[in-house]
């Protein structure tokens, strides 16, 4: 089984617009699309299923990230992901749709899933535009905005 944590990318920074209302920046959007194409060219990956937040900036990273790696299913949103449900209500809903899943949000909600799925207390945090992949529940290695390629994901 594979999971790919992946947070929104960059938001408007506008500070009279409340983070909940937030949608992508140019930047963000130009970010997202930048690695999708990068994973999609690299790795070749195929999803079952697309999960994320119901913040905007989550729906539409989630939505440019689908269109660059192919994924023609539906994009579902888990309003758990935004609603500081804890990572052990969360991870059987995920678990039990699919062996290779997206799972797009934002932090901590991310990193408390990745600790809680590899069973550990803690899990690297995400930067904007980041993707961590923990495969068979182990993790696995993580490709960030600017990187040239993906690097091994480091847990303590």
């Not at 195929?46 to 913040?55: A, E, G, Q, Y």
């Not at 997206?102 to 690297?124: K, Y």
């Not at 995400?126 to 390629?149: E, F, K, T, Y």
């Amino acid at each position: 089984m594979d999971i790919f944590l992946l947070r929104s990318s960059l938001a408007v920074d506008d500070a009279t617009v409340p983070d909940a209302h937030r949608h992508l920046s140019a930047e963000g959007r130009q970010t997202i699309r930048a690695l999708g194409n990068k994973l999609r060219l690299a790795e070749e990956p195929t999803f079952d299923r697309f999960f994320t937040s119901p913040l905007p900036a989550a729906l539409q990273t989630a939505e440019l990230f689908a269109d660059r790696v192919d994924y023609v299913g539906l994009i579902e949103v888990l309003p758990a992901l935004s609603n500081n449900v804890p990572p052990q209500v969360i991870a059987p809903l995920l678990l039990a749709r699919g062996s290779s899943i997206v799972v797009v949000g934002d932090e901590p909600a991310l990193s408390a899933l990745g600790a809680f799925l590899i069973g550990r207390p803690t899990f690297p945090p995400l930067r904007h535009a980041q993707v961590s992949v923990i495969h068979d529940r182990q993790p696995a290695w993580c490709l960030r905005p600017g990187d040239l390629a993906r690097q091994l994901l480091l847990v303590a």
